[in-house]
């Protein structure tokens, strides 16, 4: 295709990064080079030949520089369609030169708005001009080549272009000015206007990995990555060794993740995630301990696993995780030694997530249905003392308490119906996503049983232990199952029509119940 050649060039970046290397090559191309305010001093600095943008429009720049590139000059020069012989005249006759090549990027609001600055100082930061010579440039880019990012500079530098990349520079370029309206109507909306969910969900993302194929070998994915800050998590984990990670390597390590950051500041903890449920979790005085612990739970589902945990890792644990097929590993950190087990594993891909992130960080949860989102604020609750309602004749001992705080942090991340075994610290039965509540306490109770006649212990490690409910028990049935199984203690929110039945079912078998009075579905 032939290529139309740059013969001016509208020059004016916030980043000034290589823009001296591209000023010089263009005009050693016989470019002529417009330029505004501290773009034009750092190319005549380098000793470049450069036209202010005053000396193009006839007008200076004036309040504080807010007014300079807003000009039928600039834009009449951009916008021209050069083979239109209306337009060609009108710019004739108003003097108007025409602009190949325009090299923008944008004034740093993002990075402004992460430093903490004021709300005035904020303000300065949209930029006004930028974008309006992005899209009139992007929009004639049948002429006109627009470049918004200095990873393109070399597409340029020869003098000229053809259209199949002044289209690519155009597609990428209303992107930036698209992303960058997007992080303003954020700020405004939530934290200048500190608005929950605004008329308008200004969201912006752009895409980091392509990944080899979503839930399923039939469906394309990708991982993208917010534009501006973010808690850090498992998308921005650096990934140490193994092989690429997948769709389902992601969504189930972000699922171990979030449950292992409960326990961020609390003893060694270990959680073993299977299809983003957790089919394993402990905590102990050792790493290694918590390890054993949480496997023992459910050895069968924890093969071919996710693996995360709220220290550094040691050589000794990871030893013991390579024991058996373990697809992820996800860890603040690791020593040489856990380094070194690893490396022997090729295709096992270990994440270091560095900080673990707040579970009760604010934030957007954004699920995709037939024809729209369902937007829904995090589940970033937290059981707190005062939340505790004794409801039975029998209080919980302190053991049981605790084994009840700690099934109750297990059940938020489990699928719902969810029921959750737990004592001394590990959980011993997990039941996931049944469509009643009977069934996942059945289930939990049979893995533990099953658990243990392959651990050779003489009684699974449901007796004795706390059980917690994602949501009320409807019916007293559900808690019958966990009586069978051996619970003393039972935790759950309460709210249901029956839950009298349900605490005279308690009192009647001996068990003490707490409601907390907040859910924990998990659909």
């Given at each position: ?16 990064t ?20 501290g ?7 380098a ?5 202010d943008i005053?000396?193009?429009t ?5 309040m ?12 009449g ?26 090299v923008?990027?944008?004034y740093?609001?993002?990075r ?15 930029d ?5 010579m ?8 049948a ?7 200095p990873a393109?500079?070399?597409l340029?530098?020869g ?13 990428k ?8 309206d997007?992080a ?9 206007q500190?608005e929950?969910f605004p ?13 080899r ?21 498992i ?14 390597n ?12 409960e326990?961020r500041?609390?003893?060694?903890t270990?959680v ?13 005085d ?12 459910d ?6 696993g996710?693996?995360?945990v709220?220290?550094?890792?040691d050589?000794p ?5 390579t024991?058996?097929?373990?697809e ?16 022997k594993?090729?295709?096992?891909r270990l ?15 954004i ?13 970033g ?6 939340m505790?309602?004794?409801v ?27 029921i959750?075994?737990?004592?001394g ?8 996503g ?10 939990a ?10 651990a ?9 232990s706390?059980?917690a ?5 409807p ?6 199952a ?7 203690a ?22 003490a ?11």
């Amino acid at each position: 295709m032939t290529a139309i050649p740059i013969r001016r060039a509208l020059l004016s970046v916030s980043d000034k990064t290589g823009i001296v290397d591209l000023g010089r090559t263009l005009a050693d191309a016989g470019v002529e080079l417009v330029s505004t305010g501290g773009t034009a001093k750092a190319l005549r600095d380098a000793g470049l030949s450069v036209r202010d943008i005053s000396e193009l429009t006839g007008f200076p720049e004036m309040m504080d520089g807010r007014v300079k590139t807003l000009h039928p000059k600039v834009h009449g020069g951009l916008l021209a369609v050069r083979d239109d012989a209306g337009h060609m005249a009108s710019a004739e006759s108003h003097a108007i030169g025409m602009i190949d090549l325009v090299v923008v990027n944008l004034y740093p609001f993002v990075r402004t708005v992460a430093k903490g600055a004021g709300r005035d100082e904020v303000i300065e930061n949209i930029d006004i001009g930028g974008p309006s010579m992005v899209r009139s440039a992007a929009k004639n880019h049948a002429f006109v080549a627009i470049v918004t990012d200095p990873a393109d500079y070399a597409l340029v530098a020869g003098g000229s272009t053809t259209l199949d990349q002044r289209r690519m520079l155009a597609a990428k370029a209303f992107a930036a000015t698209a992303a960058y309206d997007s992080a303003i109507a954020q700020w405004f909306a939530f934290a200048d206007q500190a608005e929950r969910f605004p008329a308008t969900l200004p969201l912006a993302f752009t895409r980091g990995d392509e990944l080899r194929y979503g839930e399923n070998p039939h469906q394309a994915a990708a991982l993208y990555l917010p534009n501006g800050p973010a808690a850090r998590g498992i998308a921005q984990a650096e990934q140490v060794q193994g092989k690429a990670l997948s769709y389902n390597n992601l969504n189930d390590a972000d699922a171990a993740l979030e449950l292992v950051s409960e326990f961020r500041d609390g003893p060694p903890t270990v959680v073993i995630v299977k299809h983003a449920n957790p089919c394993g979790v402990a905590s102990a005085d050792t790493l290694i301990d918590a390890y054993r612990a949480a496997l023992a739970c459910d050895s069968v589902s924890a093969f071919g696993g996710i693996i995360a945990v709220n220290r550094p890792l040691d050589g000794p644990t990871a030893e013991a995780m390579t024991e058996i097929f373990t697809e992820v590993v996800a860890a603040p950190d690791a020593d040489d030694a856990a380094r070194a087990v690893f490396a022997k594993k090729k295709n096992l891909r270990l994440l270091l997530t560095g900080d673990l992130p707040d579970p009760a960080r604010p934030g957007l949860a954004i699920k995709s249905i037939a024809g729209g989102l369902l937007v829904q604020s995090r589940d970033g609750g937290r059981l707190t003392d005062d939340m505790l309602k004794v409801v039975t004749r029998r209080r919980p001992t302190p053991r049981e308490l605790a084994d009840c705080r700690f099934a109750w942090t297990i059940a938020k991340h489990v699928k719902s119906n969810a029921i959750v075994y737990a004592k001394g610290g590990s959980t011993a039965g997990i039941g996931a996503g049944q469509m009643n509540r009977l069934e996942s306490a059945r289930i939990a109770a049979w893995k533990a049983k099953d658990a243990a006649d392959k651990a050779g212990w003489a009684e699974p490690r449901t007796i004795g232990s706390a059980v917690a409910s994602d949501a009320f028990f409807p019916f007293a049935d559900g808690l019958l199952a966990a009586v069978e199984a051996g619970a003393t203690a039972v935790i759950q929110p309460g709210g249901s029509i029956r839950d009298e039945e349900v605490i005279a079912a308690a009192d009647q078998a001996g068990l003490a119940m707490v409601f907390t009075g907040m859910r924990h579905f998990r659909h």
